[in-house]
């Protein structure tokens, strides 16, 4: 009777089990997040980092060579047009102009002498010329000596502030290496990078403005006042932007960073789409997207070209996406092409971030 009664129990759980295995195969649908893609052909404005710098900013150099003497001003002083700024030790200079002097003199001394001789008739045509050639020549090198010897002092070449010292006294310095970084007291610039599409669309800029976080309820309107003809090494063309009003020049100093706001005139042709960039996934060279099906509820990739990545988290598509098309923008890695999929429930307001 024992027996026959652990045979029930052992053919129940056996009927369980196997129920419970004929559930198993329930298809296993991920869950995916997504987001309808929106066009932008209205939504052209822009934002760079940005960095100011003094309209004049310059690297101030001697013309000659040799050994710095004594450098007169220091980082942060305010200088005027013609302050001396640094000194090279003249010696060597002094010692030529010296020497050239006493061969000036000498020469000299002949050449009027054969003039004379030439005006009274008393010696050629071909020995008068050497003596004006050879005065002639001795004078320009006794001017090019004397202006040597005074470059061995240099000058501050505008009103404005020091930068930077590059070089202290003693050290020995070539023609043309630069001795002091400075910028000038008057307009500032801004400085920005752009790359090549914005270069190409330079024409249809229309508004630009700065914000500095140490001034966050105020804007500064700019001007383009220049751009690079040659990108650098980054593949970036350099933009300088003049400030367009008055500004506290006690707040605002060169070497600041700030964040510019570029408006582009609407263009009526643009067709582009923005995604956020987490839906971006590359697959051998190619760049896709994982358009999603509300009907049937799978997930189909898609080649799509991709203009530019903002730093706010999106990315621009040209070609590939229309308006109103729902794509994956999170859990992109887990599925594959012609895979169903669930969206992602969203939640509810009372619910911040789906803990409940």
């Known amino acids: 009777m024992a027996y026959k009664k652990w045979s029930i129990v052992l053919l129940s759980v056996l009927t369980i089990c196997g129920c419970d295995r004929q559930k198993a195969p329930t298809e296993n649908v991920p869950y995916v997040k997504t987001d309808v893609v929106r066009n932008t052909s209205r939504v052209n404005n822009l934002t760079f980092p940005g960095k100011t710098k003094s309209a ?19 980082a942060g002083d305010h200088v005027r047009k013609g302050q001396l700024l640094a000194a090279m030790d003249p010696r060597d200079y002094q010692t030529q102009l010296n020497a050239t002097q006493a061969e000036y003199a000498s020469i000299k001394a002949d050449a009027e002498r054969i003039i004379a001789m030439y005006n009274e008739e008393s010696t050629t045509a071909s020995n008068y010329d050497k003596a004006r050639y050879g005065l002639e020549q001795i004078t320009q090198k006794l001017n090019n000596h004397r202006n040597q010897l005074a470059d061995t002092k240099l000058y501050s070449p505008i009103d404005g502030y020091v930068q930077e010292v590059l070089h202290e006294g003693g050290e020995t310095v070539s023609a043309g290496m630069p001795i002091i970084s400075m910028f000038g007291s008057g307009t500032l610039e801004v400085e920005i990078n752009v790359p090549a599409y914005d270069y190409a669309n330079r024409d249809r800029m229309s508004t630009m403005y700065c914000k ?3 001034l966050p309820d105020e804007t500064f309107p700019l001007k383009l006042h220049s751009m690079s003809a040659e990108a650098n090494s980054n593949q970036l063309y350099t933009v300088r932007l003049r400030f367009m009003g008055q500004y506290d020049r006690s707040k605002i100093t ?40 509300t009907k049937s509820e799978t997930v189909k990739s898609r080649s799509v070209t991709i203009r530019r990545l903002h730093r706010n988290g999106t990315a621009e598509v040209t070609e590939g996406l229309e308006d109103g098309e729902t794509i994956v923008v999170a859990g992109v890695h887990h599925i594959t092409d012609g895979m169903k999929a669930k969206p992602m429930p969203k939640s509810s307001e009372s619910n911040v971030g789906g803990l409940l």
Do not use: C, H, W
């Open 212 to 214: 500095f976080d140490l």
């Open 254 to 293: 060169p070497g600041m960073t700030t964040m510019v706001y570029v408006s582009y005139d609407n263009d009526s042709t643009d067709t582009r789409v923005a995604i956020p960039s987490s839906a971006v996934v590359e697959d051998k060279g190619q760049t896709k997207v994982y358009v999603y099906d």
């Open 56 to 74: 004049d900013d310059i690297n101030v150099s001697f013309r000659v060579s040799g050994p710095i003497m004594r450098v007169y001003v220091k």
